[in-house]
């Protein structure tokens, strides 16, 4: 008859069969949606308010189950209605594949897409059950349940669903299940000789901090927009977590923003901070206070550098401050001086990285924002030099027939290669994962997931790339750094870098094509044309400004580097700040340019035709200027005419006043119009012109200056013509004498010539005066015109 364990375990097998075949049997009832279900299952697709039990998996230890080994399974139920949960217990479900594994990809997608208990996730093993007793409306209780593997019946190796579920009454009636919660379960896995190289992003990005402004003092003091980086790089931060999880994994590719670098490195020393609505303004005593995260930074900085410079790691530099190829692409086409900047950018951050870490890096990347994709997206990555192109496998979809995962790597064409991380496995890690059901539900489908892709092609290797969004938070961070270390424990990952994924032979069958299009839910966060039209427009009034001061190189470099950083894809997320930001590098270049300027003046009174007009100009920079002069102008030059330009050179916060003669011709007002130019060969108008009135009084009048005018010309045409008379008269004289010595006297000659002498002879001595008046009159009419 056999022993009595015999017996039992004999018991045991047949009672797990007809429970089996009760899941069966029910997740048939299911699906032709016709007879009642057993007590063992649940309905397909039930209302909400037949499961109040809200269950969680909080652990799975160990996360990767050996033969003849146990699981521990924790976790929480809450109820989550409006009744109690009577005699409630918690179980575990042996699942019904445990004859065949999960294979493929879509099965697990299958499984995780369940929101209700359904037979096919198996039945409970029987006599494993934890006790709970009631739970009332709103609370929880917290479970912690073991299993053998022999229990779970698990037969061959490979990737097994894991489900719990909780057991009870709620309402009166009769005992049902409540709730379930499901993860999976990789068992029996031996290492592969092909290991799947996993490359993980790991990104050292900061929506930017530093301002465009500097204290006036030696130093140039830098200055935060805010001092929230302080807490972030302090022990328990998320950059301070960043780090010291990166730093424990192996062949990590570091992504760095070269601008954070450099705010941090401002930060070792003293930097002060704006406040609160003073975006625009120059930094002052008065509208900063001192920062506070000079030790933070030093500590951090010294970490960083000690991480990234561990054997095996790589370091990409990002374009300084990380622009926004996405937006540039398709907002700032035809925008002068972005190709120029974006040029200088990824020089500036290569430079800026290797000089902060004092390690090589790689300068080759490009990272759009999301890891989207498009054409042109990928011209302006060409830009900044980004051979590789850190891509979303969602922005370059597979073929529909393929029945595999290909590898990363894939030419797109102009010397480019996309480097695709894989939606799924990456999607994993795109939230805060802030708890441990959260965490553990990561990792268990991270490692299922890394598992079934080794095997899809045991003896081929292939990469596998990992893009975590930007602001990868230290949650998350350290479940991503988990599932790698626990798939790389179980010998089917290999940890690589990412130029190690991005050389590995492409797979002919993997897809290449780069869209046309952009998703519209991305664009609606993109930097407006608008926008970027503005912050390149500060390029101008910026070289306009550099070419008065005296020490340009104190405003170049913190200009030149905000304007970049008013691009930054850091603002994708935080678009009201950014928003701030660019206004502030805005309304601060207007302040700097006004502040060398004409004041305004109020109308003023010139007696006399013959004055000065002083003009004021103040320079309120803490350096001086010069390469200007000060251009007066009358609207009315026939009225008032002023001296030529007067060059202008003023020390750091003086002012100086100017004198211009001017010659006033009649009474009135005149409009005069004062503004500064800049000088040399293409000289332009400098800041706002200052318009104002001149009231000349005391002038004599016009009608005096006519009459004058012609008594003079009377006065001399007489004596000209008295002149002109007494010559004639002795020509005649000789006549005379000669006529009486020649016995001759022609009359009519003598007196034809007298007439044409005295009206019109050649000297001209009756034209001249007519000619005088009628300058004369020309004159009187002149001075009428607008009088």
């Not at 937006?327 to 290569?350: C, D, F, W, Y």
């Amino acid at each position: 008859m056999g022993s009595a364990p015999a017996r039992v375990r004999r018991a045991a097998r047949a009672r797990r069969t007809a429970r089996r075949l009760g899941g069966l049997l029910a997740a048939g009832a299911v699906l032709l949606c016709t007879a009642a279900l057993p007590a063992a299952a649940a309905p397909a697709a039930p209302a909400a308010p037949d499961y109040p039990a809200a269950m969680s998996i909080g652990t799975v230890t160990p996360a990767t189950a050996g033969e003849n080994g146990t699981v521990t399974i924790t976790g929480q139920v809450v109820n989550a209605g409006r009744e109690p949960l009577k005699s409630a217990h918690v179980g575990v479900r042996a699942p019904l594949s445990g004859k065949k594994p999960l294979g493929t990809r879509s099965e697990v997608a299958s499984v995780a897409d369940r929101s209700s208990p359904t037979g096919t996730d198996g039945t409970d093993v029987p006599g494993i059950q934890i006790q709970l007793g009631d739970i009332g409306p709103g609370q929880s209780h917290d479970f912690s349940i073991p299993v053998t593997t022999a229990d779970l019946e698990l037969s061959r190796p490979g990737v097994y669903e894991l489900a719990v579920d909780v057991w009870g009454t709620a309402g009166g009636g009769h005992e049902r299940v409540l709730g379930i919660a499901r993860t999976f379960l990789p068992y029996a896995v031996e290492a592969t000789p092909k290991q799947t190289q996993v490359s993980v992003v790991w990104p050292i990005t900061h929506a930017p901090e530093l301002v465009a402004q500097t204290m006036p003092d030696n130093d140039q003091t830098p200055v935060l927009r805010d001092d929230s980086l302080a807490t972030e790089l302090a022990p328990g931060g998320r950059l301070h977590r960043l780090v010291t999880t990166g730093a424990a994994l192996q062949n990590l590719t570091w992504a760095v923003d070269p601008d954070l670098l450099d705010t941090v490195y401002a930060m070792t020393r003293p930097y002060r901070v704006q406040k609160p609505n003073t975006a625009g303004e120059s930094a002052r005593d008065d509208n900063t206070v001192p920062g506070a995260g000079r030790d933070a930074a030093t500590a951090w900085l010294a970490l960083l550098r000690t991480a990234v410079a561990t054997a095996g790691h790589e370091v990409v530099s990002l374009p300084y401050a990380d622009p926004d190829l996405a937006s540039i692409a398709h907002n700032g086409a035809g925008l002068p001086g972005v190709e120029t900047a974006l040029r200088k950018a990824a020089t500036a951050g290569r430079l800026t990285t290797e000089g902060r870490l004092s390690v090589d890096v790689k300068s080759d990347v490009a990272w759009p924002y999301q890891g989207w994709l498009d054409r042109r997206t990928a011209a302006t990555a060409r830009t900044v030099g980004g051979r590789l192109v850190l891509v979303d496998g969602s922005s370059i979809r597979e073929s529909g027939s393929l029945e595999y995962t290909p590898g990363a790597a894939r030419p797109i064409g102009e010397g480019q290669t996309a480097v695709v991380a894989d939606p799924t496995v990456s999607g994993l890690f795109q939230s805060d994962l802030k708890t441990a059901e959260a965490k553990t539900s990561a990792v268990q489908r991270f490692l299922v997931e890394t598992l079934l892709i080794t095997r899809q092609m045991p003896e081929q290797q292939r990469g596998l790339l990992v893009l975590p969004p930007r602001n990868l938070t230290g949650d998350t961070a350290e479940a991503l750094a988990t599932a790698v270390q626990k798939a790389q424990q179980g010998g089917w990952v290999a940890p690589a870098a990412l130029h190690t994924v991005a050389a590995a032979p492409a797979d002919p069958e993997a897809g290449t094509g780069v869209p046309d299009g952009y998703p519209q839910e991305l664009a609606a966060s993109e930097l407006s044309a608008a926008e970027l039209g503005k912050t390149t427009s500060v390029q101008a009034g910026l070289d306009k400004l550099m070419l008065i001061l005296t020490q340009p190189q104190r405003v170049r470099g913190p200009f030149s580097a905000a304007m970049v950083r008013s691009m930054s894809t850091g603002w994708r997320e935080q678009a009201r700040p950014g928003a701030s930001y660019r206004e502030g590098v805005q309304k601060y270049l207007g302040n700097l340019t006004a502040a060398v300027r004409v004041p305004d003046k109020s109308e003023i009174t010139l007696p006399g035709d013959n004055a000065t007009l002083l003009i004021s100009v103040k320079n309120d920079l803490n350096q001086a200027v010069g390469n200007l002069e000060l251009r007066l102008v009358s609207t009315q030059l026939n009225r008032l005419n002023v001296g030529p330009a007067e060059p202008v050179v003023l020390d750091g916060t003086t002012s100086r006043t100017f004198r211009f003669p001017a010659e006033a011709q009649v009474n009135g007002s005149v409009q005069m119009t004062a503004q500064l130019w800049t000088t040399g060969p293409n000289p332009q108008a400098y800041g706002e012109p200052v318009t104002f009135k001149v009231e000349v009084t005391s002038v004599a009048s016009g009608v005096l200056y006519v009459i004058g005018g012609g008594v003079v010309l009377m006065v001399l045409a007489g004596v000209r013509f008295y002149l002109q008379r007494k010559k004639h008269a002795a020509a005649a004289t000789d006549a005379d004498d000669a006529e009486a010595e020649d016995g001759e006297a022609p009359e009519a000659d003598a007196a034809g010539g007298a007439r044409h002498g005295g009206e019109g002879s050649g000297d001209g001595t009756d034209a001249d005066p007519a000619s005088a008046l009628d300058d004369a009159d020309r004159a009187a009419g002149d001075e009428k015109v607008g009088h």
